[in-house]
C-alpha cells in the first residue's frame, strides 16, 4: 500500500490562531487526496477533497475559508485551520488514493485551547 | 453520504478465537469495499478489500464476506490475537458518492487474554 506521512502529529494551539497540517505522499504521486476529521469514538467525517493543481472540494457544512486546502504538489497537500476554536479541536487524517483504494496518514491532534 | 457519528459498538472476544464483525452498507450500487483497523492515536490501516463481483475473499487471517442480497459486509479474524484490538471500520466506494468512501460507524474489538 501507499505511505501517506503528516506534520506535525500532534499541535496545541490558542483560540484565534491559525495551525497548518501538511500531508505527504510519500511513495506515490497523488492527483487526489482527502482530509477527513474524527472526533472520539466516532467515524471518519470527509471535509474535503484535494486535487492537485486545482480548487478543493468540500463536503456540505464544511466552511472552504476556515478549512483552507492547498495541494500544489503530486506528495503534498495541506490543511489551514483558520482562526481556531476549541470547538475546531479534533483528529484530523489525511489521505490518498491508489486507484481505489484510500492509504491513509497517521493523523493529526489539535486541541484548540 | 457522510456517516453518523454513533457510540460504537463492542465485540469481546477471548484470545485464539475467532472474530466476526459486522457492516451494513447503504448503497446496493456501491462497487467496492473495504476493512480498516484503526489503533489508537494511529490513522486507519487498510487491511483486506473486495469488488462487489466476488462474495468472499481472503488474506493472512482474515476474511471478507459480502451479501449483496442484504447488503451486509463482514470481517472475520482467524486466531484472535491481543494485537487485534483496535477499532473496525467498513468503507464503501459509492459512485453515486463521487467514488468517495463512505465509512461505517465502526466496531471496537477487544481481546481478553
Known amino acids: 500500500g501507499a505511505v501517506v506521512s503528516q506534520h506535525p502529529s500532534w499541535v496545541i494551539c490558542k483560540s484565534g490562531t491559525s495551525v497548518k497540517i501538511e500531508c505527504r505522499s510519500l511513495d506515490f504521486q497523488a492527483t487526489t487526496m482527502f482530509w477527513y476529521r474524527q472526533f472520539p469514538k466516532q467515524s471518519l467525517m470527509l471535509m474535503a477533497t484535494s486535487n492537485e493543481g486545482s480548487k478543493a472540494t468540500y463536503e456540505q457544512g464544511v466552511e472552504k475559508d476556515k478549512f483552507l486546502i492547498n495541494h500544489a504538489s503530486l506528495t503534498l497537500s495541506t490543511l489551514t485551520v483558520t482562526s481556531a476554536h476549541p470547538e475546531d479541536s479534533s483528529f484530523y487524517i489525511c489521505s490518498e488514493r491508489v486507484r481505489e483504494t484510500q492509504y491513509f496518514g497517521p493523523g493529526t491532534r489539535l486541541l484548540v485551547l | 453520504g457522510e456517516s453518523v457519528g454513533l457510540h460504537l459498538p463492542t465485540l469481546s472476544v477471548q484470545e485464539g478465537d475467532n472474530s466476526i464483525i459486522n457492516c451494513a452498507y447503504s448503497n446496493s450500487a456501491s462497487d467496492y469495499f473495504i476493512w480498516y483497523k484503526q489503533e489508537s492515536g494511529k490513522g486507519p490501516q487498510f487491511i483486506i478489500d473486495i469488488r462487489s463481483n466476488m462474495d468472499k475473499r481472503q488474506g493472512q487471517r482474515v476474511t471478507v464476506l459480502l451479501n449483496k442480497t442484504v447488503k451486509h459486509l463482514s470481517l472475520q479474524i482467524a486466531a484472535t490475537q491481543p494485537g487485534d484490538s483496535a477499532v473496525y471500520f467498513c468503507?464503501?466506494?459509492?459512485?453515486?458518492?463521487?467514488?468517495?468512501?463512505?465509512f461505517g460507524a465502526g466496531t471496537i474489538l477487544r481481546v481478553k487474554s
Open positions: 468503507a464503501e466506494n459509492d459512485p453515486e458518492y463521487g467514488n468517495k468512501l463512505v
